[in-house]
C-alpha cells in the first residue's frame, strides 16, 4: 500500500504486550533451568505430582465435554455451517486434507512421543502394576493408543473450528481470544484479550520444557540402562529379545 508521497507503506506491526510477556515468561524459566537445574527439576516434578494428583478428574471430565461438544457439532445442524463465506469453496481436497491434520496435528508429536509416552508408562505404570513387567508393557501401549485417540482430536477440532470460524467467516484475526468475541464483545481487543491469548503461548512453553526433560530422564537413561523382559541387554539390542 502506497501513502500519499507515493511510498511503500509498511503494513508489519510492531510485536505487542503478548509477544513481551511470553519472551518473559520463556526467559525466566529458561535461565532457571540452565542455573539450577535439580531446583527446576524439583519444582516441576512437584507441580506435575500435584496436578496429576488433584486436578486429574478435571482433565478427564474436560475432555469428555470436548468428546461430547466435537459430537453434537458433526451430527447437528451446524455440520452444514461453512468456515468460510456463504459462497466459498474448498481449496484442497479431502485426502489433502486429511494429510495436513495429520502432519499438524499428530505429525511431530508422535515423532517424539510415539516412543516417549510408552516407555515413561512402561517404567512408572498406572497403580497396581508391577513396572518393568509384560503386564506394564501392554499397560503402556493401551494407555498411549487411548492418549492419541478420540479425546485429543477432539481438542484440536473444537479450537481449530472456533479460530477457524471467526477468522475465515468473521473475519476477525486468528487469535484465541476473539473465539470469545460472543461473549465479551470488543474487550478482546482490550486487556482481558491480552489475558486470553496468554495461555496458548505459556502451554507451548510447558510443552518444550517437559518434553526436553523427559527427553532426557526417560528416553535415554532407559535405553542405555533398562532391559525389557526377555532381552539380554537392553532395549538398544532389541535383535537379541
Same mark, same amino acid.
Given at each position: ?13 510492531k ?22 537445574p ?25 475432555? %469428555? ?25 474448498p ?25 516417549a ?9 498406572p ?13 503402556a ?6 492418549h492419541?485417540a ?6 484440536? %477440532? ?5 479460530? %477457524?470460524?471467526?477468522?475465515?467467516r ?8 476473539? %473465539?470469545?468475541?460472543?461473549?465479551i464483545?470488543e ?43 526377555g ?8 535383535h537379541?529379545?
Amino acid at each position: 500500500m502506497k501513502n500519499n508521497d507515493g511510498h511503500q507503506a509498511s503494513s508489519s506491526k510492531k510485536p505487542g504486550i503478548v509477544f513481551y510477556i511470553s519472551i518473559a515468561i520463556v526467559g525466566i524459566f529458561v535461565i532457571w533451568g540452565a542455573v539450577k537445574p535439580v531446583h527446576f527439576n524439583e519444582i516441576m516434578t512437584a507441580g506435575l505430582n500435584w496436578m496429576t494428583a488433584h486436578l486429574s478428574w478435571f482433565y478427564i471430565m474436560a475432555t %469428555a465435554v470436548f468428546v461430547g461438544f466435537s459430537l453434537y457439532l458433526a451430527f447437528s445442524g451446524s455440520r452444514k455451517v461453512k468456515l468460510g463465506s456463504p459462497d466459498s469453496e474448498p481449496d484442497y481436497s479431502l485426502f489433502s486434507w486429511i494429510g495436513m491434520l495429520f502432519a499438524a496435528g499428530m505429525g511431530v508429536g508422535l515423532v517424539f512421543w510415539g516412543v516417549a509416552e510408552p516407555i515413561s508408562h512402561y517404567v512408572s505404570p498406572p497403580p497396581g502394576i508391577e513396572a518393568e513387567t509384560n503386564a506394564a508393557a501392554q499397560a503402556a501401549l493401551k494407555y498411549a493408543v487411548f492418549h492419541w485417540a478420540v479425546q485429543p482430536w477432539a481438542i484440536y %477440532a473444537t479450537v481449530g473450528l472456533a479460530l %477457524a470460524y471467526f477468522k475465515f467467516r468473521k473475519q476477525k484475526p486468528g487469535l484465541i481470544s476473539h %473465539a470469545f468475541y460472543p461473549l465479551i464483545g470488543e474487550n478482546v481487543n482490550g486487556p482481558i484479550g491480552k489475558v486470553l491469548n496468554l495461555p496458548r503461548l505459556k502451554s507451548r512453553d510447558s510443552i518444550a520444557l517437559s518434553g526436553s526433560k523427559t527427553l532426557r530422564l526417560v528416553v535415554v537413561e532407559f535405553l542405555l540402562h533398562q532391559d525389557l523382559p526377555g532381552c539380554s541387554q537392553g532395549l538398544l539390542s532389541l535383535h537379541y529379545c
